[in-house]
């Protein structure tokens, strides 16, 4: 059971906007950042967000971050296709003195 | 471009052995922490141990401590991780990856290898 909580699956229509939430603790959202991953079926994890909200060099601007308090936000707008993927969120963890992701969302563009 | 190549695994028995490594290119690897993160099958991600760019600081998560080494030759540019005592529950698809600007900002990593356990 991992320390920060994610919904297991958010689904959407092309062209909807949705958003994916991770939940976690003083420990470690709380005075620590977040960054988002993307894992397409079959590869390799790529950063998607890094530093709560700020989009490495490629990521189009549909995928935003955000953080308040002890949760953290991803949002996708404009969603398409091949936005279908697991998503993560990572954060360090002051207590277990390490790195912890969420379990993990499925997302489903119908 | 930056690259990072694993290589080493395979299937092993329980309470067996396999050191896993990471050669990796395009950066001044001695420069960064590295990383390596594992995913069971159908599972989400884990990560495992980090390392500092000249090897003296490691952090291991718990279900690890004590079986696993991670360790470094920047002469050679590759990370390497030496699995002790092989559980059922260590099958996963083992990354390496680079640390970025934060603790678990992984801005790039390999393409993952395979450790099977299994009798």
């Known amino acids: 059971q991992s320390v920060l909580t994610h919904p297991p699956s958010v689904s959407g229509t092309p062209g909807q906007r949705v958003t994916i939430s991770c939940s976690g603790s003083s420990s470690n959202i709380g005075f620590n950042t977040v960054n988002w991953y993307q894992q397409l079926p079959g590869t390799a994890p790529k950063l998607l967000i890094h530093t709560n909200s700020q989009r490495p060099s490629g990521v189009p601007d549909r995928f935003s971050g955000s953080k308040s308090g002890t949760s953290a936000s991803l949002a996708i707008s404009g969603l398409q296709s091949e936005d279908e993927a697991d998503y993560y969120c990572?954060?360090?963890?002051?207590?277990?003195?390490?790195?912890?992701f969420g379990g993990g969302t499925k997302l489903t563009v119908l | 471009e930056v690259q990072l190549v694993e290589s080493g695994g395979g299937l092993v028995q329980p309470g067996g052995s396999l050191r896993l490594s990471c050669a990796a290119s395009g950066f001044t690897f001695s420069s960064y922490w590295m990383n390596w993160v594992r995913q069971a099958p159908g599972k989400g991600l884990e990560w495992v141990a980090n390392i500092n760019g000249d090897g003296r600081q490691k952090n291991y998560v718990g279900s690890v401590k004590g079986r696993f080494t991670i360790s470094r030759d920047n002469a050679d540019n590759s990370l390497y991780l030496q699995m002790n005592s092989l559980r059922a529950e260590d099958t996963a698809v083992y990354y390496c990856?680079?640390?970025?600007?934060?603790?678990?900002?992984?801005?790039?990593w390999g393409q993952g290898a395979l450790v099977t356990v299994s009798s």
């Open positions: 990856a680079r640390r970025g600007d934060t603790w678990s900002n992984f801005d790039s």
């Open positions: 990572a954060v360090w963890d002051d207590n277990l003195n390490g790195v912890v």
